[in-house]
Every structure is written in structure tokens, then in C-alpha cells.
């Protein structure tokens, strides 16, 4: 596992030229000066002292800070992604040929690619490109192999956040290493390993007095179910999986945590594709339980609760109510649509149907057409 610092604002490399730099965007707040003036003053040491103890920490989220992700497993990076204030271009394993797997998942992983692709071919549309829409039908193929593999599989990505925020992550991964690093739950216990080797790669970036002060904390992992409610504001709970919940949390206006299912031999069950043909059901319950016994497929159920505004749900829709993004995620949003009058009353018959449908550009081609986006199996 690596985590390497690839850019900054004003390119700045040090931690003292970054808290120079949050210390002039603080001063901003208290003189007539321009900025260009106030970034030629030397930064006064009580000032500092001043702005870090008594909580003026804002200052510090002006000092952007890019990094390379490489190594760390996908569990890991969903917990960083469901933190707020971050922007991230990871792999995919949609597009991309998931590697470095154990052997036994490789071997399932490999193998459902080849039992799936003739189903897809059998529902995939006309092209008049049969190189691309093989091509397609390749890139759906590995979208619901991945299913097979750990949620543990290592990744990579780009993830930007800034100065406060890393403090506050070192902070809570800290905590989170000292109270499950001997853990009897074997999913929080393994990813304390990464949790300290993201504490120790970003230890130079630590401002002491910067670290988290509020009683907000990491917010993958909840034991509290929140109640049903279709208002103004909402709240609901579903099942999904580890890999629909890693598209669903990106909707950074929402907030989403697991409540359940993150034990061994998925309590919660497995989510099966509709692409599975009803002969091979068994077979695909059979594969994710052998892993079950020792890992966690990313197709195990977990419970998800997931909260926010109307006007955010409404986004969500937008975006994932379309012919585009994964089904499973298509699927899961369509189904909460439909049972949120409140939001269908608002935004009327429209609300139920994808965007191009409702008088909004598309930049990409939809193969399916609009009508048949939310009506496909894969």
C-alpha cells in the first residue's frame, strides 16, 4: 500500500509553506489588505497558535491536497469515500479487468465473465459497430464477474481532499486501529491494517491541535437503523450490495452507512443479477458462498441506510435512473423512487422515468433508448 502526494495548491510540498499558505487565507478574514499583500506578510507564530486552539480550522480546508492511492482494498477506500469534502477517480472495475485477486476468485471471476457474456449477448441491442458492441458487451460481462471478487481486492485511485480534512481522517483512523485491531468482526479487524498504514504515510501532513473536535466520525459503519420517512427530507433502509453501495455513497449530498451484513457467510445473503439465468442461479449462490467462509464477495448484502433532502434524491434520479450507470444501482434507485410519494408528487409523472425522457441533454449515446433504460436486465 502507497500513498504518494502528486499535487497541491500553488504546488506547495511542505507543511510549513501549507499552513503559511492557510495562515494568510485566515488573516483575509481580519484586514483591508488585498490577498496579494497579505500573502508577503511572515506569518506570526501566535496568530497561528491562536487560529489552530480555538478552532478556526476552516482556514486550513483553502490547502488542497491531491494523492495517489495504489494497493489499498476497495473496502478501505469505500470508508475514505463516504467521508465528505474529497473528490476521487478511482479504477473501475467496470472498464477495467479486475487483477490481483486470490486464485479461487480469479478462477470464479474468469469464469462468469464466459458464462454471462452469451446472456448478454442474447439481450444486448443492435449495433451497427459489432467490434464496439462486443466491446459492450465485454464491459458488462466484467461488471458482474467483479461480483465474485473480495471487497478486500487491492485498487488504485486519485483522491483530493484538504488540510483540515486529512487531519481529521489521520485522527479517526487512529481511533478506528486502536479499538478493532484485535476485533472479534474480521472486516473491521483486516482493514485496521490499512487504517495504520494510511496514519503512518500521512503522519507529516499532521497539524497537532488539527485533529478532529467534533463528534462527528467515520460514517461507513452505524449500528443505528434509521425509521422510513418520504417527506421534505428522507430516510430508508434496503439491501445492497458492497458493490452498489460503493456507486450509491458517491452521491456526496446523501448519506449512507451500514447498519448489518458485515460478517462472514453474508447473513444477509448475496444479490443476484437478473442477467443470471434462473439454471445458473444456484451456481452463482454456490460460488459466493464458498468465499463467503473466508472473505467478503462484493456481491454480499449488507443493510444501508440512507438519508437526505428531496432536491438531493431528485439529483440521485437523475443520474442513476438512466440506461448508463450500473444496474444494480439503477434497479435500487427506481425501487425508492416508487415508494417516495412526496417526490413524485413534486416533480409528477416525469419523476419515474430517466432523464432524456424528461426533456434533459444526455451527452453520451443511450443504446437502450430512453424507454427501455430502466427496463433492462443488465
Not at 84 to 103: F, G, H, L
Not at 214 to 238: A, C, I, P
Amino acid at each position: 500500500m502507497e500513498l504518494k502526494l502528486i499535487g497541491s495548491t500553488n504546488r506547495l510540498k511542505t507543511i510549513k509553506s501549507m499552513k503559511d499558505f492557510s495562515y494568510h487565507c485566515g488573516r483575509q478574514c481580519y484586514t483591508k489588505k488585498d490577498f496579494e499583500e497579505v500573502q508577503k506578510e511572515i506569518p506570526k507564530k501566535d496568530l497561528m497558535d491562536k487560529m489552530i486552539n480555538k478552532g478556526h480550522h476552516s482556514v486550513f480546508e483553502h490547502m488542497g491536497l491531491n494523492f495517489h492511492f495504489t494497493g489499498y482494498p476497495k473496502m478501505f477506500v469505500m470508508m475514505l469515500n463516504n467521508e465528505k469534502q474529497y473528490a476521487t477517480s478511482e479504477k473501475s472495475a467496470r472498464y477495467t479487468q479486475m487483477k490481483n485477486m486470490v486464485p479461487e476468485q480469479k478462477e470464479k471471476y474468469d469464469k462468469w465473465m464466459n458464462l454471462l457474456m452469451p446472456e448478454i449477448n442474447e439481450v444486448y441491442p443492435a449495433m451497427s459497430n459489432q467490434e464496439e458492441r462486443k466491446e459492450a458487451i465485454k464491459i458488462l460481462a466484467q461488471e458482474n464477474a467483479r461480483y465474485m471478487t473480495s471487497v478486500f481486492t487491492p485498487t488504485k485511485m486519485i483522491h483530493s481532499l484538504n488540510l483540515r480534512q486529512i487531519n481529521y481522517l489521520i485522527s479517526e483512523f487512529e481511533d478506528f486501529y486502536n479499538k478493532y485491531h484485535k476485533s472479534d468482526n474480521v472486516l473491521k479487524q483486516r482493514l485496521t491494517k490499512s487504517a495504520e498504514n494510511f496514519v503512518n504515510q500521512t503522519e507529516k501532513f499532521k497539524i497537532p491541535g488539527l485533529e478532529n473536535q467534533t463528534d462527528r466520525h467515520l460514517s461507513l459503519f452505524n449500528l443505528k437503523n434509521v425509521e422510513e420517512h418520504f417527506g421534505d427530507v428522507y430516510s430508508t433502509s434496503y439491501l445492497m450490495s458492497f458493490a452498489g453501495l460503493a456507486q450509491t455513497h458517491r452521491h456526496r449530498t446523501t448519506n449512507c452507512h451500514i447498519s448489518d451484513g458485515i460478517q462472514l457467510k453474508a447473513p444477509l445473503g448475496f444479490f443476484v443479477p437478473d442477467i443470471v439465468p434462473e439454471r445458473l442461479k444456484d451456481e452463482w449462490l454456490k460460488d459466493l458462498e464458498e468465499i463467503s467462509n473466508y472473505d467478503f464477495p462484493q456481491a454480499q448484502l449488507v443493510r444501508v441506510n440512507e438519508r437526505g433532502l428531496i432536491e438531493d434524491f431528485r439529483s440521485k434520479t437523475l443520474l442513476r435512473m438512466c440506461g448508463h450507470p450500473q444496474y444494480e444501482i439503477m434497479k435500487n434507485t427506481l425501487e425508492t423512487a416508487k415508494k417516495y410519494k412526496q417526490f413524485q408528487l413534486e416533480y409528477g409523472k416525469k419523476a419515474l422515468k430517466p432523464k432524456c425522457l424528461q426533456g434533459f441533454r444526455c451527452a453520451e449515446l443511450c443504446i437502450w433508448t430512453g424507454k427501455k433504460a430502466l427496463e433492462r436486465i443488465v
